[in-house]
């Protein structure tokens, strides 16, 4: 019988359970379940709902036992920066936020007055982004104090619904990078600076390195769900996730996360703390094995998906590509502009920019989608050069990785604005790269070179360019 493991992937808009089985030396993959998610409105701010989504997390274990397909070992990775607080009873303490939520306006200068934007990055190595966890931590000090007084730890999304199965609390090492507080060097929580914005230190734990065993299910969750497993971190930030799952055997190589988020860099033995780095708006993720993902962080498809629902009719992502493919209009747009990071209409702010910039104003929803991909295209071409002018390194080939993998059209405009040529696959990157790091401590893999050359054998990959 096939020995099966399991990847509970989690995004901004869905959330998915995947299992994965070696076959013949290739990694198969099979979705068991699938369910949605978003931030929703709560007394006036964006939050999540974490009791729903851990019951879909279990809705897809039992699938999982009802399909006679148990995973010997599974894991969880979510997107980044948001958490949870608990208190001495391991309650939730407030509001789940989301990262969307505008608490964190002006939350950067309070940070500021601390220590400088130039001293932040040479510590952490991570870009500025207003959603960052050290400027949300900064919004419950300012505004709810209180919480932060009853805290007795601080959990990211991934860790918290792992400690929900397991009763274990770990602290990932990729997702913790993103907070903004941790040391590139040490690898750990930077407790000084912590100490110097006032936030409770004990409310930081222990970081573990993905491929971590977490533990087996707690006695509750084996009787609801029919079975027993073993937890094991991967990078549970799904960035990270995803880049263990770029399909290339050769170092040195650019990819591309392509997804709600365009997530555009490559892999540093050591960060990149530099002036200059922080200028270009660079960042430092931790990544598999201490890797860093030096990358930058591009608004990516989110603004496609915007534009989808504002439209008339529902159209398929496929559709709405080949459309605006057939567009004339050379309007483009500055991707990471912060109007466009959730605006009440996206084809307003889309409009706004152009008609502001003296360029054509796209008149209907293909020149919008046109807009958007064109954009994105020019922004992958720019940060291309950043990179190489940063690392001193021609990168040839990209390697687009995620469901952004699957959009032809952006694809080839790539493959033209970057002047390379463009891998695009596999569609479940991020999926894929939980599963390996699974199936890695597991010992079906020697490590990640070999890992990632099973992915490059398994999964179709298109070639676009030269």
């Known amino acids: 019988m096939a020995e099966y493991y399991l990847a509970v992937d989690i995004g901004a808009s869905s959330g998915r359970h995947i299992l994965g089985s070696l076959e013949n030396g290739k990694l198969c993959l099979e979705e068991v379940y699938r369910f949605p998610n978003g931030m929703k409105q709560k007394d006036g701010c964006l939050c999540w709902d974490v009791e729903a989504l851990f019951y879909e997390i279990k809705e897809g274990l039992k699938r999982c036992k009802e399909a006679g397909k148990i995973p010997s070992f599974m894991g969880i990775d979510t997107w980044a920066v948001d958490y949870v607080l608990l208190d001495e009873k391991d309650r939730i303490l407030g509001r789940t936020y989301g990262y969307r939520d505008g608490r964190t306006d002006g939350m950067d200068e309070k940070v500021y007055e601390k220590i400088s934007p130039e001293e932040l990055y040479s510590r952490t190595g991570i870009q500025k982004q ?25 959990l990211m999304i991934p860790d918290y619904f792992h400690f929900l199965l397991t009763g274990e609390k770990r602290t990932e090492y990729t997702n913790a990078t993103t907070t903004q507080l941790v040391s590139p060097v040490s690898k ?106 030096y990358l930058k962080n591009i608004m990516g498809l989110w603004m496609i998906q915007s534009v989808r629902k504002e439209f008339a009719e529902e159209y398929s992502y496929g559709y709405i590509c080949d459309q605006a493919s057939k567009q004339k209009i050379k309007s483009l747009v500055d991707c990471n502009d912060g109007m466009f990071l959730a605006p009440d209409s996206m084809i307003g702010a889309v409009k706004d920019f152009c008609e502001r910039t003296g360029q054509q104003v796209p008149k209907n929803e293909w020149e919008i989608a046109a807009v958007i991909y064109n954009s994105l295209g020019r922004c992958y071409g720019d ?71 099973c992915v490059k054998k398994s999964f179709e990959i298109k070639k676009y360019g030269k």
């Open 188 to 293: 750990d929580w930077d407790y000084e600076l912590i100490d110097r914005l006032g936030y409770p230190r004990k409310i930081f734990g222990e970081i573990s390195r993905p491929g971590t065993l977490v533990g087996s299910f707690r006695k509750e969750i084996r009787d609801e769900v029919g079975f027993d497993c073993q937890v094991v971190l991967p990078a549970t930030h799904d960035t990270g996730s995803a880049v263990v799952a770029v399909p290339a055997t050769e170092e040195d190589v650019l990819y591309i996360s392509s997804g709600t988020w365009s997530l555009m860099g490559t892999e540093l033995l050591r960060a990149d703390c530099s002036a200059e780095s922080r200028e270009r708006n660079l960042t430092n993720e931790g990544g598999y094995e201490y890797r860093f993902r």
């Open 383 to 453: 940060t291309v050069r950043q990179i190489e002018e940063m690392t001193g390194k021609r990168y040839d080939p990209i390697y687009v990785v995620g469901g952004g993998s699957n959009a032809e059209y952006l694809n080839r405009i790539t493959a033209e604005c970057t002047d390379r040529t463009v891998y695009a696959g596999p569609g479940e990157a991020t999926a894929i790269g939980n599963l390996l790091v699974q199936m890695i401590y597991d010992h079906k893999f020697r490590d990640l070179k070999e890992a990632r050359a």
């Open 130 to 154: 207003i959603f960052n966890t050290i400027y949300q931590l900064m919004a419950v000090k300012q505004k709810e104090p209180e919480l932060l007084e009853k805290a007795e730890s601080m």
